[in-house]
């Protein structure tokens, strides 16, 4: 009837004024303008010409961290590291990387970072300080999300890590990584995006005179606004 049509009308009305949230729902700000992704997984070493000495096969956790605080041109720090053990003993790398720089876009970033490293392997290589600089680019292609980065090391200190890399002689120790996460960005809401999936990483490095391959299965993680 038309009383109670009206009754049901002023009842709904009550309720919008009463909790303004229903009636004009408010997005989460979305803050400073920022970006971050982190790639966790168990990765596997194998040398492909090791000097005498030098370990064959090396399993660790695998873990690789980045942030980029600002809109275009941000600030890039960056935390990579990874723990196991090898047929000689302990194996374990750390480089933090709070000097960086970086260009951004909607669901990507390139940039370049600095800081001090810190790795060796029990029985195998020396442990030492090191010097590392990394160039990265991390985007999203379609379903994919992309990681690729290269690495060059200079030695701090440590006579037994100095040794001139077959590829780029200049530097003691080189290093490079591509990974694939099926799973690009989705957008949220505004500029914010996000997205994770399972990941497959290739990794070379060389070092002491002896190259390394890898495969890393991992899980990837990302977002920004």
Do not use: C
Not at 42 to 64: E, F, K
Not at 115 to 143: N, Q, R
Not at 174 to 195: L, P
């Amino acid at each position: 009837t038309m009383s109670r049509r009206l009754l049901l009308e002023t009842l709904s009305a009550t309720l919008l004024a009463a909790s303004p949230a229903l009636a004009d729902p408010v997005l989460p700000a979305e803050g400073l303008a920022s970006a971050s992704s982190v790639w966790l997984g168990v990765r596997y070493d194998r040398t492909i010409d090791a000097r005498p000495g030098v370990h064959q096969n090396a399993v660790a956790l695998d873990l690789r961290g980045r942030l980029w605080f600002g809109r275009t041109l941000a600030y890039a720090p960056a935390l990579e590291g990874a723990v196991g053990g090898t047929e000689t003993g302990a194996f374990y790398e750390v480089d933090l990387r709070l000097a960086g720089v970086g260009l951004r876009w909607k669901v990507g970033a390139v940039g370049l970072s600095s800081g001090i490293g810190l790795s060796g392997v029990g029985g195998s290589i020396p442990l030492a300080l090191l010097l590392p600089v990394e160039a990265h680019l991390e985007t999203s292609v379609g379903p994919i999300r992309l990681l690729v980065t290269a690495t060059l090391r200079f030695a701090l200190g440590s006579d037994g890590r100095r040794s001139a890399s077959a590829s780029f002689p200049f530097a003691d120790e080189v290093g490079g990584a591509v990974f694939f996460r099926a799973g690009g960005e989705r957008r949220y809401w505004g500029r914010t995006v996000a997205g994770a999936g399972p990941a497959l990483g290739v990794v070379y490095s060389e070092r002491m005179g002896s190259r390394f391959v890898g495969f890393v299965l991992a899980l990837g993680l990302s977002g920004g606004n």
